[in-house]
């Protein structure tokens, strides 16, 4: 059976409202919450931007879903080390429910430390680098470090769970799937075309058996953004309104500030939602929409309902889309 998870967005929800909605979406059939990790939100109009790791252990204590981020950068605002041990803490306080999702991160986000921001292949390898750091002091050892990004002085996890947390990497590109596959535990990516989410999967399973592993038991994640309304006016309106950044077909992790994002909001007309989110209040097209994905290969979907209407998404999806997914057996 496949995961339908809740996707949280801190750039758009206080975090006692997001609490509040993950409670009623288990109770809806979601099982799993995949929840953002910014500092800034992409529009100053989205309003929020609450401190992830603060909210994922109230979220733990509050309900029986299973989390993560979705994604926190290493490196940047956060030292592996750092992340590394907060991982440890929430799957030692809620064992077999939490997984770290990581990702190479946006300046967006990762610029306010004032550190140099680095071009794509710099922050992937960053990004490896302090995979490798996670890992290896998710084995309790005491681990020193000399890498050629990061340090680690004579570090040792002592709060531990009994089974350290799965990673999963969030990638968009043949190189990152690969690497996903064979160095870690699960892929995360976003909805894309058909074409283009075959590769990363087809690179993501080649990179899986070069380990040894089994990608057919490997997780592969997939958030898909949708604007639910009861009219197609009112959900084109609203993903305008709202979720600007989802009708910019263009790469956005070099861009620092929601006010470039807000004088670029300015261009963004409904038809460039094609293909990005979808937009439409007929559940059954929704239905088809999230089937689709099931079908290429993904075993776990997270929904992200761009609007406002979170209360009324999360209890339609409740009655008259979750039940009518079907799965692989």
């Known amino acids: 059976m496949g995961v ?28 799993s919450v995949m929840a953002s990790d910014h500092f800034h939100p992409w529009v100053p109009a989205q309003g929020q ?24 950068p290493p490196g940047y605002r956060y030292h592996p080390a750092i992340v590394a ?22 300046a967006l986000n990762e610029h306010i430390v004032g550190e140099y921001w680095p071009e794509a292949p ?22 020193r470090h ?38 870690t535990d699960g892929i995360i990516t976003v909805g894309a075309g058909d ?19 089994n990608p057919d038991a490997m997780p592969k994640m997939l958030q898909v953004k ?21 009708g910019m077909a263009f790469p956005k992790a070099d861009i620092r500030d929601p006010e470039d994002f807000e004088a670029m909001a300015k261009l963004v007309r409904p038809e460039n ?10 559940l059954d097209e929704h239905v088809a929409y999230l089937q689709h994905f099931i079908d290429l290969g993904f075993t776990e979907i997270y929904i992200h309902n761009v609007a406002r209407t979170q209360e009324a998404f999360i209890e339609a999806y409740g009655k008259r889309v979750i039940s009518k997914l079907r799965w692989p057996a």
């Open 85 to 106: 041990q907060a991982a440890a803490t929430l799957e030692a306080m809620f064992p077999g429910r939490f997984y770290l999702g990581l990702g190479a991160g946006e």
């Open 273 to 282: 939602y094609k293909n990005r989110v979808l937009l439409t209040p007929d």
């Open 4 to 31: 339908v998870g809740y996707a949280a967005s801190f750039e758009q929800f206080h975090p006692t409202d997001l609490l509040k909605y993950c409670q009623q979406a288990e109770g809806a059939g979601f099982t």
């Open 122 to 143: 710099v922050r992937l390898e960053r990004l490896m680098e302090s995979i490798d750091i996670i890992q290896k002091l998710f084995t309790g050892k005491k681990i």
């Open 226 to 246: 949708i604007s639910f309304a009861e009219t197609l006016a009112e959900a084109t309106a609203n993903a305008v309104r709202e979720w600007p950044n989802g």
């Open 146 to 183: 000399r890498g050629e990004y990061f340090n680690l002085e004579s570090a040792k996890l002592y709060t531990l769970p009994a089974t350290p947390p799965p990673i999963y990497i969030a990638t968009s590109g043949p190189i990152m799937a690969r690497r996903t596959g064979k160095f």
């Open 49 to 72: 931007s609450g401190f992830v790791w603060s909210w994922m252990g109230a979220l733990g204590a509050t309900t029986a879903l299973r989390f993560g981020p979705g994604v926190t």
């Open 195 to 213: 074409e283009k989410l075959k590769m990363l999967l087809e690179r993501f399973t080649q990179g899986a058996r070069e380990a040894g592993k």
